[in-house]
T-cell receptor, first 113, second 111 residues
């Protein structure tokens, strides 16, 4: 039973570029959430996808967008990258219809030069 | 939004010692989870504990929802317990299940 998988594991970009991160949820899960973790801080909620729509959004600018596919996998897109976007990006999956814990992937470490 | 505070922020232990980590939250919650983030950045689920007490080996956790706090106990600590421990909560009545994380407790266990 595969857990939450994220790709790529590491990524280096320059300011102004665009990036796409990918996440496959744990088997049986239908909800995917994305979090940003800056160095030395706790993860911050970006947004959540359920039934291929954005269900909830944190305090992040429109440069951050996402998508969920019919197989429940998800992408996080960030446009016009800034130095401050350097962080660990974590994907979490859960099952929407019961009180169940969220499970996290190993993350994508994004560095902006 | 809901506030989540963890204490202590930093903790240094000798191997074999016991410790208690605390998480206070400012509102009623649907869900509370404890995580261990290892030096490689992996967030490991420790407990899903919106209320009550659970034990898993040397670790145990207690959440008193009515008083809005949770405790994580680590007994007979080992060097592999080092890392950052996060408490995260989901606000009661929330349409989604967004987790709000505390600032973490950074634990170092010395041999």
């Amino acid at each position: 039973d595969a857990g939450v998988t994220q790709s790529p594991t590491h990524l280096i970009k320059t300011r102004g570029q665009q990036v796409t991160l990918r996440c496959s949820p744990k088997s049986g899960h239908d909800t995917v959430s994305w979090y940003q973790q800056a160095l030395g801080q706790g993860p911050q909620f970006i947004f959540q996808y359920y039934e291929e729509e954005e269900r909830q959004r944190g305090n992040f600018p429109d440069r951050f967008s996402g998508h969920q596919f019919p197989n429940y996998s998800s992408e996080l897109n960030v446009n016009a990258l800034l130095l401050g976007d350097s962080a660990l990006y974590l994907c979490a999956s859960s099952y929407s219809y019961s009180n169940q814990p969220q499970h996290f992937g190993d993350g994508t470490r994004l560095s902006i030069l | 939004g809901i506030q989540v505070e963890q204490s202590p922020p930093d903790l240094i232990l000798q191997e074999g010692a016991n410790s208690t980590l605390r998480c206070n939250f400012s509102d009623s919650v649907n869900n509370l989870q404890w995580f261990h983030q290892n030096p490689w950045g992996q967030l490991i689920n420790l407990f899903y504990i919106p209320s009550g007490t659970k034990q898993n080996g040397r670790l145990s956790a207690t959440t008193v929802a009515t008083e809005r706090y949770s405790l994580l106990y680590i007994s007979s600590s080992q060097t592999t317990d080092s890392g950052v421990y996060f408490c995260a909560v989901e606000l009661f009545g929330d349409a989604g299940n967004m987790l709000t994380f505390g600032g973490g407790t950074r634990l170092m266990v010395k041999p």
